[in-house]
């Protein structure tokens, strides 16, 4: 005989008529983390002595691991940043070097767009600082 009941009310649905009473309990457990709970680490333990240190281990190599690769863009970040300030700031010594070395070596004309690039590239610079001492 297939019976199908409603849940709690007790009412048998194939003939609307009540039946037994019907209580349905659970559990649900939630947890979040790296590691099983205590019991679970304990039983893992229990089967296989040694396992729960592995466990643990494995669980601390992870988040090194995480660590590091959430760490790897601020590092790049901070060797360019110190990578263009540098650039940006010794841009216009090579700048005057070329123009010198051209005007040396007999180009008048490199000489001239080098001390021009290197001039536009300091001379903001030097009216910026100008104007902050003022």
């Given amino acids: 005989m297939d019976r199908r009941w ?3 009310s007790g009412l048998d649905v194939s003939t609307g008529q009540p039946g037994l009473p019907v209580r349905v309990t659970g559990q649900f457990t939630y947890r979040e983390g790296p590691l099983p709970d205590a ?11 040694g396992a729960a240190d ?19 863009p601020i590092k790049a970040e901070a060797v360019s940043v110190t990578v263009t300030a540098v650039a940006y ?20 004309l490199g000489a001239l ?6 001039l536009a ?14």
Avoid: N
């Fill in 39 to 49: 019991a679970e680490l304990q039983a893992y333990e229990d089967v296989e002595p």
């Fill in 89 to 108: 700031s010794l841009l216009p010594l090579f700048a005057v070097v070329a123009a010198v070395v051209f005007a040396v070596i007999g180009y008048p």
């Fill in 54 to 72: 592995r466990i643990i281990t494995m669980a601390e190599k992870a988040l090194d691991a995480r660590t590091a690769a959430a760490l790897m």
């Fill in 121 to 134: 590239i300091v001379g903001p610079r030097i009216i910026a600082e100008v104007r902050r001492k003022h």
């Fill in 113 to 118: 767009f080098s001390g021009v690039a290197g």
């Fill in 6 to 8: 409603s849940g709690a």
